[in-house]
């Protein structure tokens, strides 16, 4: 039983930081359906991003505004995130997903111009991260159903940085490493703003 049940409130403290080898490990799927422990598990995570964007409640346990966190980033081995964030189009996206996986992609790649960062990454990177600008998924929901899912821009970059962690990839690993500012070359590729 971890100590991430219902009432629990997710901190930093609780967010690995890189170095931790569980960052860097392919993790295990889940069974079907969950157990109540993964949906307990889950609704922490998704009240740890809505409290980190709640202006009262990041204050009290100094949270930064996270969009996603994947459940090895609390130390989880469970292939399983959640997300909370509003896309370029000012849509909410709420967000809890379990074994998910990219099913296709676009030809066509984007790119945040500020950079990605972290929730476990303390320090500044810089360069371009090259996102598939589409992304298919497929997944199950809490209730063990499997779900199909299509999206594009900002949600489809957080899609991938998310499923990356549970692959053991940082966004840091698909920075060119000689020039963090070379973007791939006879890709088509633009800024997604
Ligand atoms: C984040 N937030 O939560 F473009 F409204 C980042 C941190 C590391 C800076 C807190 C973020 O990118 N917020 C954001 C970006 C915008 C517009 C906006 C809010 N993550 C989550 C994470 O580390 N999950 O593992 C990093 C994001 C970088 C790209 C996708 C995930
Ligand atoms: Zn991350």
Redesign the pocket.
């Known amino acids: 039983m971890s100590k991430f049940q219902r009432d629990y409130i997710i901190t930093m403290k609780d967010v690995i930081k890189e170095g931790d080898p569980i960052l860097r490990k392919v993790i295990d799927e889940i069974p079907m359906p969950p157990g109540e422990e993964e949906k307990e598990e889950l609704t922490c995570m998704m009240n740890f ?1 809505k409290n ?1 964007q709640d202006p009262v409640m990041s204050k009290r346990y100094n949270l ?7 459940a090895n ?1 609390i130390g989880l081995n469970k292939k399983m ?1 959640a997300a909370y ?2 896309d370029e189009k000012g849509e909410l996206h709420e967000l809890a997903l379990i074994n998910p996986k990219i099913v296709s992609t676009s030809t066509t790649m984007i790119y ?1 111009p ?1 950079s ?6 303390d320090r500044d990177v810089v360069g371009y ?1 090259p996102r598939y600008e589409r992304v298919k998924i497929q997944a199950h929901d809490k209730g063990g159903n499997v779900v199909s899912l299509r999206f594009k821009g ?1 949600a489809s ?2 899609m ?3 499923i990356d ?1 549970l692959n053991g990839v940082m ?1 840091y690993d698909r920075i060119n490493q000689d020039n963090p500012f070379q973007l791939p070359a006879d890709v088509e590729i633009r800024s ?2």
């Open positions: 991003l980190s930064r505004a996270g969009v996603g966190l994947s980033q995130f964030f509003t945040l500020q990605e960062g972290c929730l476990s990454v991260v900002f970059i957080v991938q940085h998310e962690h966004f997604i703003l």
